[in-house]
T-cell receptor, first 114, second 112 residues
Framework: ETGVTQSPTHLIKTRGQQVTLRCSSQ?????VSWYQQALGQGPQFIFQ???????GRGNFPPRFSGLQFPNYSSELNVNALELDDSALYLC?????????????FGPGTRLTVT | QKEVEQNSGPLSVPEGAIASLNCTYS??????FFWYRQYSGKSPELIMF????GDKEDGRFTAQLNKASQYVSLLIRDSQPSDSATYLC????????????FGTGTRLTIIP
């Protein structure tokens, strides 16, 4: 078990609604990355936050946005939900004393859009 | 063209045999290469990373990298039923395991 937690575990939303997903990073880590994993696919990089600033973004539209807080926890917000947004959303915590290859994924939030 | 390609499988291997998983990537400038294991319904966990050409061994696992051929592989020796999972290959243009590009994964089944 890693020290990365995500909430909620599961979520069902209706198309057009907005959703906020939360991630608490591993103690000592200052970087959080978010990934979207559709069924049967590999995770796709959404964006990364480093010390409260966005530090890189994948090929996702602006309705995907995020925040990182002073304690390095993070939120992923998705507006105007579409059916294709149904996926497992993973956050990954890194940037600790263990070096550049230390990274831990949280358990994920399963989002279903109907 | 997909950036990271893997055979989706399923790949079935008898218990005790060697499982061989392969991955090719399109960005010749890629620097770091990773293998993650993902059990059904769980999040990925890092098995190994490699950034130099050649082999890197860790217990029953060996990662092999050939940058000229843009090819990375994972060998699992003495396969166990607990190795049954989806194996994800991931690539980073830089050193470190942030902002990764993942393949679709290969589903491996170890047959007792």
């Amino acid at each position: 078990e890693t020290g990365v937690t995500q909430s909620p575990t599961h979520l069902i939303k209706t198309r057009g609604q907005q959703v906020t997903l939360r991630c608490s990073s591993q103690s000592g880590h200052n970087t959080v990355s978010w990934y979207q994993q559709a069924l049967g696919q590999g995770p796709q990089f959404i964006f990364q936050y480093y010390r409260e600033e966005e530090n890189g973004r994948g090929n996702f539209p602006p309705r995907f946005s995020g925040l990182q807080f002073p304690n390095y926890s993070s939120e992923l917000n998705v507006n105007a939900l579409e059916l294709d947004d149904s996926a497992l959303y993973l956050c990954a915590s890194s940037g600790g004393a263990g070096g550049i290859y230390e990274q831990y994924f949280g358990p994920g939030t399963r989002l279903t859009v109907t | 063209q997909k950036e990271v390609e893997q055979n989706s499988g399923p790949l079935s291997v008898p218990e005790g045999a060697i499982a061989s998983l392969n991955c090719t990537y399109s960005d010749r400038g890629s620097q770091s290469f990773f293998w993650y294991r993902q059990y059904s319904g769980k999040s990925p966990e890092l098995i190994m990373f490699i950034y130099s050409n050649g082999d890197k061994e860790d217990g029953r696992f060996t990662a092999q990298l050939n940058k000229a051929s843009q090819y990375v592989s994972l060998l699992i020796r003495d396969s166990q039923p607990s190795d049954s999972a989806t194996y994800l290959c991931a690539v980073n243009p830089n050193f470190g395991n942030e902002k990764l590009t993942f393949g679709t994964g290969t589903r491996l089944t170890i047959i007792p």
